[in-house]
């Protein structure tokens, strides 16, 4: 069977892409496994000496927890913030809601490094460095836009009478936006969450510049393991996020179909 | 008119420099069907959101039987509202729909249950209450929409609208439907169209606004066949407008020229001798014939079969158009482009046109 030259360069090319994308996550899979006590590949044999210790010490089951709680709290403010938000626009649906929905966004548009030295400056000021409060704060602020942005999609097809409809029907302005527009904002408010959740247990940026000891996150504790101890449970760490990804987005694929 | 049960003054509302309603005026009797009709941009829906009370008035009053309110948000006027995309909540049920209004109002669940059962069976939906409005057509949905707004009994039920979002047969189906509904509760209704069959076929009273303001109200045989001025007679239905002279005469009988035909018109409008009339002339008022059989000459220009009448678009010398409507079963004469024609017509067919 002739194959064209042609067809080869394209999949060698696609295969090639796959393992860029893919080759830099899957190599702390031998390193979590690894049996020295640096980071590097097995010598002698496989050994779970890692996952044993990240299950063991407490600075981190601490750092892994502090980064739970305070994206479940930042997922939980930005997601009321960013609902309510989004339905007062939705309400309004004029040029000032527009120009309102634009600053919200910015802050996925400015530079992290950027916007974290505003953080750094202005929480100085308030005394917010190196408090959970400042981090639970910035982190919200970083997280409003991506739940405003998803309630703003569930709600762009909502009939615009059912406010009308609503409240002739007998149910005041707070009784409609109870009954009618969150339950429509639902899903949307659900994906908002899970985005906000995701933004605040991922961030480095801000956290480098905002706090000091007193507040320890998993992705700092990850970030100062490879600079000073090149501990290989960084790579353990690493591989069970991975895994915890994969089932999740698996059971959301299995879900839907 | 006995009390009527919403009373209109003076209305008046403004988006910039254009008064959507300018002054409008209007009584509704308890039990009315009443609708509003106009083209697009008559403020025939602008006057709906007021009497609901989505929007406020710039200027003027609205009482329902006699208690002012103006100034009432629209959950307390007690007013039903049909929408013209159905407006259902898409995350309820049928039956938690048309439950809403009374789960609002506290009652207690065995009174939603039947009177939901109640709403429900009103408008032959029964089968479907435990279906998500996303499962339903749109004749459905409008449907169910009818009977959320009624199941609470409203004051007035308001109507936006409603039909034109469905398709044509349907659309009759659900005329005759209304009526009946409307026949069997005694609710007032107030219903907004542009579609001048739907008013004519289902109202008590058709009031015609354009540009905000009344052009002429009343029941929908006076407006057909007298029209006020010539946005009405054109917007109700088809006219015909002819410029005449009154030539002689008194009284209720005129002898008019136009263009060198002569006719006796018979009307009640009063007339002087010498005055210039606009007529407006409905075209099945029209009588066709052979060239000599009626006083008005003139030259078959088109043609169109409309299945049970039979519309001859007919030109008369100096460039009038007349549109002859006739029933297709008249055999006497086959009208062709280009046959030389005469028209003639009743001496009580043309309406005299206040002057514009």
Known sequence: ?257 | MNEPILSIKNAVKRYGPVNALDGVNLDVAEGEFLTLLGPSGSGKTTLLSAIAGFIALDEGQLALRSADITGKPPEHRDFGMVFQGYALFPTMTVRENVGFPLKIRKRSASEIEKRVNEALEMVQMSAFADRMPSQLSGGQQQRIALARAMSFDPQILLLDEPLSALDKKLRADLQWELKDLHQKLGVTFIYVTHDQDEALSMSDRIVILKDGAIQQEGDPNTLYDQPRNRFVADFLGKSNFLEAAVVAGSGASFQCETKGAAFTLDTQTPCREGETITLALRPERLRLGLPGEEFVPGTVKQVSYLGERCQVLVTREGGDEFLVSRPTWKTDITPTPGLQVSIGWDADAPVVLAPA
């Open chain 1, 1 to 257: 069977m002739h194959v064209s030259a042609f067809k080869i360069f394209f999949q060698t090319g696609a295969w090639l892409v796959i393992a860029f994308l893919v080759l830099p996550i899957l190599v702390v899979l031998p390193i979590s496994f690894t049996d020295t006590s640096y980071i590097g590949l097995p010598k002698e044999g496989l050994s779970l000496q890692h996952y044993a210790n990240y299950f063991t010490d407490p600075d981190w089951l601490n750092a892994t927890w502090t980064s739970v709680w305070v994206g479940l709290v930042v997922a939980t403010c930005a997601s009321v913030l960013g609902t309510a938000f989004a339905i007062g626009c939705w309400f309004l649906s004029d040029r000032a809601a527009m120009v309102a929905r634009w600053i919200l966004i910015t802050p996925i548009l400015v530079p992290p490094v950027v916007q974290s030295l505003g953080f750094y400056r202005f929480w100085v000021k308030l005394g917010l460095i190196d408090t959970h409060v400042g981090v639970i704060l910035a982190h919200t602020l970083l997280a409003l836009p991506y739940v405003s942005i998803s309630v703003f999609a569930a709600l762009s097809n909502l009939d615009r009478n059912l406010p009308r409809a609503a409240r002739s029907l007998g149910a005041s302005v707070m009784q409609t936006v109870w009954a009618v527009v969150v339950p429509a904002a639902r899903p949307g408010i659900a994906t908002g969450f899970i985005f906000a959740f995701i933004v605040s247990f991922d961030e480095i940026v801000g956290v480098l510049f905002i706090t000091v000891r007193n507040v320890q996150t998993l992705p700092k504790m990850i970030w100062e393991g490879i600079q000073d101890n090149i501990d290989p449970t960084i790579a353990a760490v690493a591989t069970l996020l991975i895994v915890l990804t994969l089932i999740a987005t698996a059971i959301g694929v299995l879900r839907r179909t």
